[in-house]
């Protein structure tokens, strides 16, 4: 009889172990389903298992979702402040830098005398300007909220060497952001070399693009900067973007006036409710 007593409690046991226990409702969806406040006074840990405590994180650290079937971690935000629904944050920025710059449209090239260009000018289309890409400030990205700014920083130097050290020479020229090969910005200058014989004709100029794009459709772009020459006063005059003139006499580099540009992603937030 004693035996048989000890058997039906093991038994009553196991039932209880596999069982669901809710605490302020009836049918349980969980191994442990609470339906109204919970206290914790002292830590809480996670991933543990029958052999191991649980992790309990440092001071600082917050519980991140791994998924379905998977353990929270504890993860450290460094810094990163929390976003909040409804406002547009920095998700995302792409840097790149190029010291080759262009160099083809120097002296005895004349410029395409294309002066104005439209929103959507592909830069392949040689009616609407002769393009020559800065190769080494392409970048490629994907977004995922239709609901965002693109911001364009483009910064360059731009130099020139009149035919005579002493005469007053000029180059007209323009530099553009395209996105998936399709004009988005852009920006004409001219640079001038007024009688600066003591630099042997050579004048340095800083050449800034900034533009923001609202809500770019959502996918994978591409993001190029290109230039181009629409005249010259002189067709002998040496012209480089990016880096120095053929013959500079060492007054600047290709470091000194590289290329730099940089890409703000800022997406509008919204949290999915699962």
């Known amino acids: 009889m004693k035996k048989n007593m000890y058997l039906c409690v093991v038994g009553l046991l196991s039932v209880y172990t596999h069982a669901q226990v809710g605490v302020g409702i009836s049918t349980p969806q969980a191994t442990l389903d609470v339906n109204g406040k919970t206290t914790l006074r002292k830590e809480l840990r996670m991933a543990g298992t029958s052999t191991q405590v649980g992790n309990a ?6 519980l991140v979702s791994q998924g379905d079937g998977i353990s929270p ?7 990163v402040s929390f976003m909040e629904e409804g406002q547009y944050k ?15 449209l120097s002296n005895g090239v004349l410029g395409d005398s294309v002066y104005k260009n439209s929103v959507g000018d592909d830069i392949t289309d040689s009616s609407k300007g002769k393009w020559v890409k800065i190769t080494g400030l392409e970048n490629n990205f994907t977004i995922k909220n239709g609901l965002n700014r693109l911001t364009y920083q483009f910064q360059t130097g731009v130099e020139m060497k009149s035919s005579v050290a002493d005469a007053s020479q000029n180059v007209s020229f323009t530099c553009g952001i395209f996105r998936n090969s399709k004009l988005v910005a852009i920006r004409p200058d001219k640079i001038s070399s007024n009688n600066n014989s003591e630099k042997n004709g050579i004048q340095d100029y800083i050449f800034t693009l900034n533009y923001t794009e609202p809500d770019v459709p959502v996918g994978v772009h591409k993001v190029e900067v290109a230039c181009r020459k629409i005249n010259a006063s002189n067709l002998n005059a040496q012209f480089a973007i990016g880096r ?5 006499s060492n007054l600047s580099n290709a470091f000194t006036l590289e290329s730099a540009f940089k890409i703000d992603l800022i997406e509008f937030i919204t949290y999915k409710v699962n």
Request: hydrophobic share 35%.
């Open 57 to 62: 994180g440092v001071n600082g650290q917050v």
């Open 73 to 79: 971690q504890w993860k450290s935000l460094n810094n």
């Open 90 to 104: 920095l998700t995302n920025s792409y840097l790149s830098s190029d010291q080759a710059g262009i160099t083809i």
């Open 244 to 248: 120095s003139v053929a013959s500079n």
